[in-house]
Nanobody, 121 residues
């Protein structure tokens, strides 16, 4: 079974930066597109960004476009999310997951524990 472990969250001021990491074990990581999602308190989980398995293509939610960058290291079975110019509305628990393809942001594996990002104003 695949295990997803997110890390790198924390408390940051408006305009600050964080880099999240997601380590995957248990399945061939490089087979799948990987995505980041987030869930704010009282809201449903939403798509943030996705990267194809070959790292050739990425796609972002409009709310983070130009501020967040997704990347992956298949040799390390790890996907990253660089978050710059953070805003209070970015406050959420962030999760990664494998997805069927870049156009289908549906998690394929059991969700990890997530990593909490809090942006203070």
């Amino acid at each position: 079974q695949v295990q997803l472990v997110e890390s790198g969250g924390g408390l940051v001021q408006v305009g600050g930066s964080l880099r999240l990491s997601c380590a995957a074990t248990g399945r061939t990581f490089s087979t799948y597109a990987m995505a980041w999602f987030r869930q704010a308190p009282g809201k449903e989980r939403e798509f943030v960004a996705v990267i194809k398995r070959s790292s050739g293509s990425t796609y972002y939610a409009d709310s983070v476009k130009g501020r967040f960058t997704i990347s992956r290291d298949n040799a390390k079975n790890t996907v990253y999310l660089q978050m710059n110019n953070l805003k209070p509305e970015d406050t959420a628990a962030y999760y990664c997951n494998a997805v069927p393809n870049i156009g289908t942001p549906i998690g394929l594996e059991p969700w990890g524990q997530g990593t909490l990002v809090t942006v203070s104003s």
